[in-house]
Structures are given as structure tokens and as C-alpha cells.
């Protein structure tokens, strides 16, 4: 990344990504007494980041890498569906390393390759591998050598029509309704969890084919290192389950907002809590009917839950987080918002311990 | 985060006493909230008409207590997830709580409160 000079690219992005506590929290963590190139205050974001983040980098208070760190933690952790996928084999995901992917990818000089990551630029209409890299879990951070978990970015472009809400009469029988073609940046992520989860990424959008379009792009950017077919997809109605049945004990850790079950004849039913803060274990009755519904051996294909902010220090989750299980798949998840890439680390942990 | 000073409050403005009132003993009952939902209050506070409690409500937001922001109830009759602070921002499709986004042409967009730090 050392060789990247599209900085200009770097904090338009920024800009767009993060958010203005985001990028002010990076610029107070070098704002040393006496370092009169970093300023915190900023009317508008345009100003923190045209004049405060780009005067800090020119000064080299903050280094560039810095700020690509912040791009990554903005694009690649929630607002996002996520696919899990186990390995049918041991010995597949034995064989799931950094290099041996790299090398499948972009055959034995990948080195060269990977050491011009990450790429920012986008081509319009084409999908490109734009970084691919290690990736440290928290429980790791003393011992860096020991992670066997690596990230791939792809980026991609293209244009879409949308509807501006804008209708013209157009004489007596027609009407006018008026469209816009605009870009449209797709940010799409594999990682590797290891030992034995494979997630795939994909950035939410109001139209379920765009989804699964990217869900495909992604499998298709994995080729030839990795194919569906070496994986079984990870199907979550047991964690979910699992976490109704013994969320009493956890209620520190986790609660719901809703849940959909369905009896062994075939009956949905659904429960949701008037506020999207909602707690839906508030009420004793709905807590009754869901572990009824369970102990009667009913399928739970829907669950949101709250993962409640942790209490260590640092704390993991950093702040609550929304996720969405089953969402329309049964391995299918959605991070409803943005967080810390350790925040999503917790929540695959979660659903390994629950899903046993 | 400070309590509100409901007798000041009532003292400038007597006629929305009791939906005052009602209001801070809701408050209290409930562990004084950062966010209030109108339709979940006037469910448990019957005792005042909805829209002396609204008018109670939009005192708190003159006052500087509360911040008025704006949700859309999507087709189940729940709030979404998305929070708007000017009606005028709200996108034409919103997702529903299972990410099925729908037109919220037909759809009621309503009022919340969220405390001021």
C-alpha cells in the first residue's frame, strides 16, 4: 500500500464512509500537545476532512496507511448481508490458507500483486479485486503469527435508474415519471474465519437480485481457490433456537426485537415489538408463547437480535449491535449497521457456541 | 442525564397539567428513557386524550428537553429501523424489519422523542 498516491481518491471516500466522530477520533489520537498540524475542530465535514485530515497527512502527523484503515472499518464491518459457509471438509479448510488462495488467484508472483493493495479506483461496470489481506481477531492481537484469517475486497460499479418520486402530467391521458441514471459503488468482502467459516459479504440494497447477483460476483471473484461446492452452506435454525431457549441465562449478553416461528403443521407466527428498541422478552406472555412454540418443536426462521455492548475493557461488542439471523436464507444474516470489524468476530463466535 | 423539571415546566404552561403530569409519572415508572414512542405511552396512559399528550410532548421539544425526529410504521405496523430528523429526508422506500422494502406513500410517518443529553 506504500506505493498508493490516489490520496485524493482516499479522502473523498473517507468523506463519503465515515462519519465526522470517525474521522476526529483518528485525528485526536495524534494530536499530541505542541502538534499544531492536527486540528480537531471543523465546522462541517467537508472542512475536517479537505482542511484538518488532509493538513494532518501532509504534515505527516497521520500516515496515509492510517487512513485506509479508517475506509476499511467504514465499508467492510455491517450494513451488510452475510452468507456463512462451512467447509465439507477437514481437510478443505486445513487447506484454506493466505498463500495457498493467493497463489490460485493470482498465480506464484501474487506477491506482487497483493503488495500494490489496496486499490481504490473504481472501472465503471467491472468488478476488481481490490485488496486481500491477513486478518488479526482480537484474541490474537499479542500473538499476529498464529492468525490463519485473511480478508478479499472486490470493488465494483455500475449504474442504476432510479425512480426520483417526480410525476408530470403529460395531457389528458399520459403523465411523465422521471428517472435518473446514477453510479453506484459495490463493495464486496470473503473472509475467512478460521478455523472453519467462510463469510461472504455483501452490501445491503433495497432489490433482493441485486443481492444475490453480488452474492454470485463474489463466489465468481473466489474462482478458481474457492468453489461453492467445496463448502455446505452454515444453516443457523439451531443457534436460533439455542438463543431463545437460554437467553434467560445470557440476558446480559443478548435480547430480541423479533421472531418468526413455524409449528410442525405448517403455521408462521410472528412477533415483533412496536419499537425498533424493543426488548421483545419485556413481556412475559410473548416470552411464554416463543418457548412454547420451541418446546413444541417449532422452527425458529427468524430472529433479531440485540448483541448487548460488552463490559470489558475494551468492550465487544463496542456498542450494541443489530443483526437480523435468517434473514431470507437460513446461513443468511444481516449487520443492520455499521460497527467494529471485532463487533462481527463476536457475533460469528456467538452463533458457533449456539449452533453446536 | 438531567431530569426535567416538569414543575417549571407546568408553571409556564398550566393548561397541559395533567398530560404533563401523566407524562413525567410514565417517565418514571419507566426508567426515564432516552427515546419515547407517543403510541406506546398513550397505550398505558389512558387517562389523557393523544393529543394533549403530543402537545405535552412538543412542549418538552420547545423547552429544549426533547428532540422530535420522524419513523415511518412500515406494513406490520412497526417502526422501522431507519430515524429521520427532517421529514423531508425520508427516501420513498424504506426496508421493513425484514429487509422488504416498501413504497412509504401509504404508510404513516410518525413522531418520536428523544431526550437531549
Known amino acids: 500500500m506504500s506505493n498508493y498516491e490516489e490520496i485524493d481518491d482516499a479522502l473523498s471516500?473517507?468523506?463519503?464512509?465515515?462519519?465526522?466522530?470517525?474521522?476526529?477520533?483518528?485525528?485526536r489520537k495524534r494530536k499530541t500537545p505542541g502538534q499544531k498540524d492536527v486540528l480537531i475542530s471543523a465546522g462541517n465535514k467537508d472542512e475536517l476532512v479537505d482542511r484538518n485530515l488532509r493538513q494532518a497527512i501532509d504534515a505527516r502527523?497521520?500516515?496515509?496507511?492510517?487512513?485506509?484503515?479508517?475506509?476499511?472499518?467504514?465499508?467492510?464491518?455491517?450494513s451488510q448481508h452475510i452468507f456463512y459457509y462451512k467447509p465439507k471438509t477437514k481437510r478443505i479448510a486445513e487447506a484454506i490458507t493466505l498463500e495457498s488462495i493467493a497463489r490460485q488467484l493470482w498465480g506464484a508472483k501474487w506477491k506482487e500483486t497483493v503488495d500494490k493493495f489496496p486499490a481504490i479506483r473504481l472501472r465503471p461496470n467491472q468488478y476488481i479485486r481490490s485488496d486481500f489481506r491477513k486478518y488479526v481477531k482480537w484474541s490474537l492481537r499479542e500473538r499476529p503469527d498464529e492468525s490463519r484469517d485473511w480478508i478479499l475486497k472486490v470493488y465494483g460499479q455500475t449504474s442504476i435508474t432510479r425512480f426520483t418520486g417526480q410525476v408530470k402530467s403529460a395531457g389528458a391521458n399520459g403523465f411523465w415519471r422521471q428517472y435518473v441514471e446514477e453510479p453506484l459503488r459495490i463493495v464486496l468482502l470473503a473472509r475467512w474465519n478460521s478455523p472453519d467459516l467462510l463469510e461472504l459479504r455483501v452490501q445491503r440494497n433495497e432489490s433482493r437480485n441485486r443481492i444475490e447477483e453480488w452474492h454470485n460476483k463474489l463466489w465468481?471473484?473466489?474462482r478458481p481457490a474457492l468453489i461453492p461446492s467445496q463448502f455446505d452452506a452454515w444453516e443457523l435454525s439451531k443457534a436460533m433456537t439455542k438463543l431463545i431457549l437460554e437467553q434467560t441465562k445470557n440476558s446480559a449478553a443478548y435480547n430480541f426485537r423479533d421472531a418468526s416461528v413455524i409449528d410442525q403443521t405448517g403455521v408462521h407466527a410472528s412477533f415483533q415489538t412496536?419499537?425498533?428498541?424493543?426488548?421483545?422478552?419485556?413481556?412475559?406472555?410473548?416470552?411464554?408463547?416463543i418457548e412454547n412454540y420451541l418446546q413444541a418443536k417449532s422452527e425458529c426462521n427468524g430472529l433479531t437480535v440485540t448483541w448487548l455492548k460488552g463490559l470489558g475493557k475494551p468492550p465487544i461488542p463496542q456498542k450494541d449491535i443489530r443483526t437480523?439471523?435468517?434473514?431470507?436464507?437460513s446461513h443468511e444474516i444481516i449487520a443492520l449497521a455499521n460497527c467494529a470489524s471485532e463487533d462481527l468476530d463476536h457475533v460469528a463466535d456467538r452463533l458457533r457456541r449456539f449452533n453446536k | 442525564m438531567s431530569r426535567i423539571d416538569f414543575d417549571a415546566l407546568i408553571n409556564k404552561h398550566p393548561e397541559s397539567e395533567q398530560a404533563l403530569r401523566e407524562l413525567e409519572t410514565w417517565m418514571k415508572d419507566h426508567g426515564d428513557p432516552k427515546v419515547i414512542y407517543p403510541k406506546d405511552v398513550a397505550r398505558q396512559v389512558q387517562d389523557v386524550d393523544p393529543v394533549a399528550l403530543v402537545k405535552a410532548l412538543m412542549?418538552?421539544?420547545?423547552?429544549?428537553?426533547l428532540r422530535r425526529l420522524f419513523k415511518v410504521e412500515d406494513p406490520n405496523g412497526v417502526l422501522t429501523n431507519d430515524v429521520y430528523d427532517d421529514i423531508g429526508k425520508i427516501p420513498e422506500k424504506l426496508p421493513d424489519r425484514n429487509e422488504n422494502y416498501f413504497e412509504i406513500a401509504n404508510y404513516d410517518v410518525v413522531p418520536i422523542f428523544e431526550k437531549v443529553a
Open chain 1, 324 to 329: 437480523l439471523l435468517g434473514a431470507r436464507k
Open chain 1, 61 to 78: 502527523a497521520i500516515k496515509v496507511d492510517e487512513v485506509f484503515e479508517l475506509i476499511q472499518s467504514a465499508e467492510e464491518n455491517g
Open chain 2, 59 to 65: 412542549l418538552l421539544v420547545e423547552e429544549g428537553e
Open chain 1, 274 to 289: 412496536y419499537s425498533d428498541q424493543g426488548n421483545l422478552f419485556a413481556s412475559n406472555e410473548t416470552r411464554d408463547s
Open chain 1, 220 to 222: 465468481e471473484m473466489l
Open chain 1, 13 to 27: 471516500l473517507v468523506k463519503n464512509l465515515s462519519t465526522f466522530e470517525q474521522i476526529q477520533d483518528l485525528l
